[in-house]
């Protein structure tokens, strides 16, 4: 049985061969960034050339450096290469790191060379979330926060940061960001509420290829930029907006109101799993658009059950359908009111995928529904509620 001591250098080896992974993964991406032109090349010789050159550089790490240095210099790179077009670039938008090693191991260097400015960096959890709790304007402009899940103290912190993101801010795309390939891992992180994973370790093909390891993070950083332009904007600020009309104006049971966008938080999350994902799939064994329709319905319906309980019309939401309620409640227009009763059938066609044939007894699959719908049920459930609230808390004339 091995002693304390050796646990502890068996530890120590263990971690040592994790950074040296992710310091070469971060070379390789910028090996990616300069064979897509995306970043000078020059600027990359220039960069491994000082490193290379460094007293501090271990024989592992100048051996990989000089390859990639010939590797770099070899013309036929630029010949294989395509034109600057596509290059990266966040604008105003920042980008957020959690990571203990972000520095030592290159990659705030290099990430700075790759998206043109430096990331706003924490070595630790407790130094971010005294942050989040100082500056109520963190997250404003920040497209994504990059979190380790082997951060110091616990090899789970990163996992209850993910957890307490995930539930404050919702909005705010959290992505794995680690070495670490280990399956439970990656399953936490994303049952923790993660938006992407990416792994500071090429497999074989990127590592052999490196472009196809920049290629894969341009596509997240770019995912990131459109999630930020389109969803945020679209789906997002209206249901933060309906909730603080929620709060600032009791209308019947403030609890119960709340719940309405609760509901609609959740259906959020659902929205931006992005089911392209390469981990995601394996591990969220569900049908994202069944839950947002799902989910939205449910919003609908506790929406009309504060109509209807204030106004006396039912004591006890049990017995009555959706589609009596929705008739029920006054307050909608006609439009609205065929709206809330296609948002309801689609939320039955999720709940209740496989019927049975009453005569027959034959099993009957009822249509799929597609992202498209759930996102039409949900961006329609949240303007029917906030248009309906405005009025049941108008000033009586």
């Given at each position: 049985m091995a002693t304390l001591n050796e646990l502890k250098k068996q530890k120590i080896i263990e971690r040592a061969l994790h950074s040296l992974k992710a310091w070469k993964a971060a070379f390789r991406l910028l090996e990616g960034a300069a064979i897509e032109c995306h970043v000078g090349k020059n600027k990359v010789i220039e960069l491994v050339n000082d490193k290379i050159n460094s007293d501090d550089l271990i024989a592992d790490k100048r051996i990989f450096l000089e390859k990639l240095y010939e590797e770099v210099k070899d013309k036929r790179i630029e010949r294989t290469g395509k034109k600057a077009t596509g290059k990266l670039s966040l604008g105003t938008k920042e980008l957020i790191i959690v990571d203990d090693e972000v520095i030592t191991n290159g990659w705030a260097e290099i990430l700075k060379l790759i998206l043109g400015k430096e990331c706003k960096i924490y070595r630790n959890t407790f130094d971010f979330q005294n942050e989040i709790k100082t500056n109520p304007q963190l997250f404003d402009n920040v497209i994504g926060v990059f979190v380790d899940l082997k951060l110091p103290v616990s090899e789970k912190t990163g996992l209850a940061l993910m957890r307490f993101i995930s539930k404050k801010y919702s909005h705010v795309p959290v992505i794995g960001f680690s070495g670490t390939k280990s399956v439970s891992f990656i399953k936490q992180a994303f049952e923790s509420g993660i938006w992407d994973y990416f792994i500071k370790d090429p497999n074989e093909d990127e590592f052999k290829e490196p472009v196809l390891y920049y290629q894969n993070f341009c596509k997240l950083i770019n995912r990131l930029l459109d999630y930020d332009s389109k969803y945020t904007c679209q789906y997002w600020k209206p249901i933060t907006a309906l909730e603080n009309k929620l709060i600032s104006r009791k209308y019947y049971d403030i609890?119960?109101?709340?719940?309405?966008?609760?509901?609609?938080?959740?259906?959020?999350?659902?929205?931006?799993?992005?089911?392209?994902?390469?981990?995601?799939?394996?591990?969220?064994?569900?049908?994202?658009?069944?839950?947002?329709?799902?989910?939205?319905?449910?919003?609908?319906?506790?929406?009309?059950?504060?109509?209807?309980?204030?106004?006396?019309?039912?004591?006890?939401?049990?017995?009555?359908?959706?589609?009596?309620?929705?008739?029920?409640?006054?307050?909608?227009?006609?439009?609205?009111r065929s709206d809330a009763q296609d948002i309801r059938m689609l939320r039955n066609d999720g709940i209740h995928q496989e019927v049975l044939e009453r005569k027959t007894g034959r099993l009957v699959k009822k249509k799929t529904i597609q992202v498209a719908d759930a996102e039409w049920a949900l961006l329609t459930t949240i303007q029917i509620c906030d248009v309906a609230f405005e009025k049941i808390t108008a000033p009586k004339k």
């Open positions: 609890k119960l109101q709340q719940s309405i966008t609760d509901k609609l938080k959740i259906a959020y999350k659902y929205l931006i799993i992005d089911e392209v994902n390469r981990f995601a799939p394996d591990f969220l064994q569900i049908n994202k658009a069944e839950q947002i329709t799902n989910l939205a319905g449910q919003a609908l319906e506790t929406f009309c059950n504060v109509y209807l309980f204030e106004k006396g019309a039912i004591t006890d939401e049990r017995g009555l359908s959706l589609r009596d309620k929705i008739d029920m409640t006054k307050i909608f227009t006609s439009s609205q």
